[in-house]
C-alpha cells in the first residue's frame, strides 16, 4: 500500500484564534478558582506544601527542585488541562487529587499523605497564585 503525505497547514490566523481563546479560557479558569477557593490562604498553601515536602518529588516555584524528578512539575496548574491525565483541572480536582491521590488513580506513585481539606485547599491556593 502506498504512503499517503498527510501533513496540512493550518492557517496562521486560525492559530491566533486559538491562542485567544485559550487565553481566555485560562483567565476565566483562574477567576472560577478565586471563588471556589475563596478562605484558602496561598501563604498557608506554601507552608503546608514544606511541611509535607511535596517538592521532594515535584519542580514548585518558590522552592528548590526535587534533587531527581520523580513527578510533573505543578506550578502553572491553572492553565493545565488535566491532573495526573485523568482528572479535569478545577479547583475542587486539585484539592480531591492532593487528598485522595490514589483513589483518583490506583496505580499513581504519589502516596496518600493524610493531608486534610483546609490544607489541601491551601496548597490549591498557592498553586494557583503561581503565574
Same mark, same amino acid.
Given at each position: 500500500?502506498?504512503?499517503?503525505?498527510?501533513?496540512? %497547514? +493550518?492557517?496562521?490566523?486560525? &492559530?491566533?484564534?486559538? &491562542?485567544? /481563546?485559550?487565553?481566555? *479560557?485560562?483567565?476565566?479558569? +483562574? @477567576?472560577?478558582? $478565586? !471563588?471556589? /477557593?475563596?478562605? #484558602?490562604? #496561598?501563604? @498557608?498553601?506554601?507552608?503546608?506544601?514544606?511541611?509535607?515536602? *511535596? $517538592?521532594? *518529588?515535584?519542580? &514548585?516555584? =518558590?522552592?528548590?527542585?526535587?534533587? +531527581? !524528578?520523580?513527578?510533573?512539575?505543578?506550578? =502553572?496548574?491553572?492553565? @493545565?488541562?488535566?491532573?495526573?491525565? %485523568?482528572?479535569?483541572? %478545577?479547583?475542587?480536582? !486539585?484539592?480531591?487529587?492532593?487528598?485522595?491521590?490514589?483513589?483518583?488513580?490506583? $496505580? %499513581?506513585?504519589?502516596?496518600?499523605?493524610?493531608?486534610?481539606?483546609?490544607?489541601?485547599?491551601? !496548597? #490549591?491556593?498557592? /498553586?494557583?497564585?503561581? @503565574?
Amino acid at each position: 500500500m502506498p504512503s499517503r503525505d498527510l501533513r496540512f %497547514t +493550518v492557517p496562521a490566523a486560525l &492559530i491566533a484564534a486559538g &491562542i485567544a /481563546l485559550l487565553t481566555a *479560557c485560562g483567565d476565566a479558569h +483562574v @477567576r472560577s478558582a $478565586n !471563588v471556589a /477557593l475563596s478562605g #484558602a490562604s #496561598a501563604e @498557608r498553601g506554601k507552608a503546608v506544601i514544606q511541611h509535607y515536602g *511535596c $517538592n521532594a *518529588c515535584h519542580a &514548585i516555584a =518558590g522552592f528548590p527542585d526535587p534533587s +531527581v !524528578v520523580v513527578a510533573a512539575p505543578i506550578s =502553572g496548574i491553572a492553565h @493545565r488541562a488535566y491532573i495526573a491525565g %485523568t482528572l479535569p483541572t %478545577t479547583p475542587e480536582n !486539585v484539592v480531591l487529587w492532593i487528598r485522595f491521590p490514589r483513589t483518583v488513580k490506583p $496505580n %499513581t506513585a504519589m502516596p496518600d499523605l493524610g493531608v486534610s481539606e483546609s490544607e489541601a485547599r491551601d !496548597v #490549591a491556593a498557592y /498553586l494557583y497564585s503561581l @503565574r
